[in-house]
């Protein structure tokens, strides 16, 4: 048994040594620049401006953000506060927060094995954690300085602790509690992490957990989100004057989802930028928030057919194949990909995405009730979130991390199915199969 063991685990980090690997040459290949006016720059000013001891703050000029005393809540602050940390050890250079990226993005594949473990076994889980090690769409967001790799690490780290968090129809408190915390620190990321608490309480009430126990920790564990980001609204509170529980991009996004000029994906809300000229952009962070909730629900609420409209193209730009990464990893031409190599690495990215997106419908079948639901449940949240503000194709990177357990799942089944019928051919009477779905899976 311990030999097995051990194999698993070289197994297991022959594949993160691949993964970091991959990421590095690919990092090392591209090495693209956050462009003018970008998330990208916002995150490596706000960045720098933490590990200089200046606090979450940016400076907005003519060549986009810069590292400033002006605090800030745009965007939240998870991202900012990692590379920080890089930032401050290291130094504050565009190859550390690379880096940073490559560390994060390699480090996926470790929860999304532990995911295919606890909705198949440990041979999907390894095949899961070789597909995510190898995938494109992994692949091609990491070098670039958004918050998607990040959060995609801490997204599959929730999932996978809230799936661990049962036994034998019983809670294990100090997962639940740890599970609450990272997803407190998740939502600072990104907030769409808060996806995840009624997905923890689907899973306690198909694995049937005993009403009172769920009640019990489930109100500790929200106790414990709240606290989290209730630091972080005491902070905007105190600095700003404007007590945001996350960020002030709420409205701003918003607004970009509800208005005339709306695609479906991301636009420039000009409106929002031309409004009250002259006001710092302090000022006009805590403008963005409120000026573009109220227009955007008046919008909403007077274009009943166009919203309808809207949400289909929202959800198709969510769940395009990731090749748009190739747009930010040439800096949007700044950093060039070499002669030849964009249209076989858009074929690789796209044709690779939508083969584990057909595996994995088909990998739920494998599934029995508790799991099935527990998946299904954080796709159509999140499907549903991007709708009330828009789509992007990087947006659906962090559900990757309960899909590619899926098509691990239908290929091992397929395989199963096919030796099992090669047995049989050649000794009459023996049968076998494929795998079964595990107890809670």
């Known amino acids: 048994m311990r030999s097995l063991l051990l194999h698993r685990a070289a197994l297991l980090g022959g594949i993160l040594a691949a993964a970091f690997c991959i990421r590095l040459a690919f990092t090392l290949w591209t090495e693209p620049v956050p462009a003018h006016y970008s998330d990208a720059q916002y995150y490596q000013a706000t960045a720098e401006s933490l590990a200089r001891g200046d606090g979450y703050s940016v400076k907005f000029g003519d060549d986009g953000f810069e590292p ?15 590379l920080a940390g890089w930032y401050t050890a290291v130094g504050d250079e565009l190859w550390v927060a690379r880096a940073a990226n490559v560390v994060a993005g390699s480090l996926t594949i470790v929860p999304i094995f532990f995911i295919g473990r606890r909705l198949f076994d440990e041979r999907t889980a390894l095949l899961a954690a070789a597909i995510a090690a190898l995938l494109p769409s992994f692949v091609v967001w990491t ?25 034998e129809r019983r809670l294990q408190p100090a997962l639940v509690i740890a599970s609450a915390l990272l997803i407190g620190v998740t939502a600072l ?29 489930g109100a500790t564990a929200l106790v414990t989100v709240a606290a989290v980001l209730g630091a972080w609204t005491a902070r905007n509170a105190i600095v700003m004057d404007d007590p945001t529980v996350l960020s002030a991009n709420f409205g701003y996004n918003l607004r970009i989802g509800h208005a005339d000029y709306s695609t479906g994906r991301y636009i420039v809300p000009g409106d929002l930028w031309e409004a009250q000229p002259g006001i710092t952009f302090q000022e006009r962070e805590i403008l963005f928030n409120d000026l573009g909730s109220r227009r955007a629900i008046d919008y909403a609420a007077s274009h009943p057919l166009d919203e309808l409209e809207l949400s289909g193209r929202k959800i198709m730009w969510l769940w395009r194949p990731d090749s748009d990464g ?25 044709i690779s995405y939508l083969a584990v997106v057909a595996l994995a419908l088909a990998g739920l079948s494998r599934l029995r009730s508790a799991a099935l ?69």
């Open 189 to 217: 990321v990104r907030g769409q992490a808060l996806v995840l608490v009624p997905v923890a309480a689907v899973w306690w009430m198909l694995n049937r957990v005993e009403a009172k126990e769920m009640l019990r920790w």
């Open 68 to 82: 400033g005393s002006d605090a800030s809540e745009l965007w939240p602050p998870g991202y900012s506060m990692y």
């Open 326 to 350: 190739l747009f930010w990893v040439s800096s949007f031409g700044e950093t060039p990909l070499p002669d030849g190599a964009r249209e076989p690495l858009r074929w690789a990215i796209d």
């Open 373 to 441: 639901w527990t998946v299904l449940t954080p796709i159509a949240l999140w499907t549903v979130a991007h709708i009330v503000f828009f789509g992007e194709p990087r947006y659906h990177l962090p559900m990757l991390a309960m899909l590619v357990p899926l098509a691990a799942g239908a290929i091992v089944w397929a395989i199963g199915r096919l030796v099992g019928a090669q047995g049989k051919r050649g000794r009459p009477g023996k049968v076998t199969g494929g795998l079964k779905a595990s107890p809670t899976g």
């Open 143 to 167: 070098p670039v300085l958004l918050s998607e790799t990040l959060f995609t690490f801490l997204f599959a780290c929730c999932i996978a602790g809230v799936l661990f968090s049962t036994s």
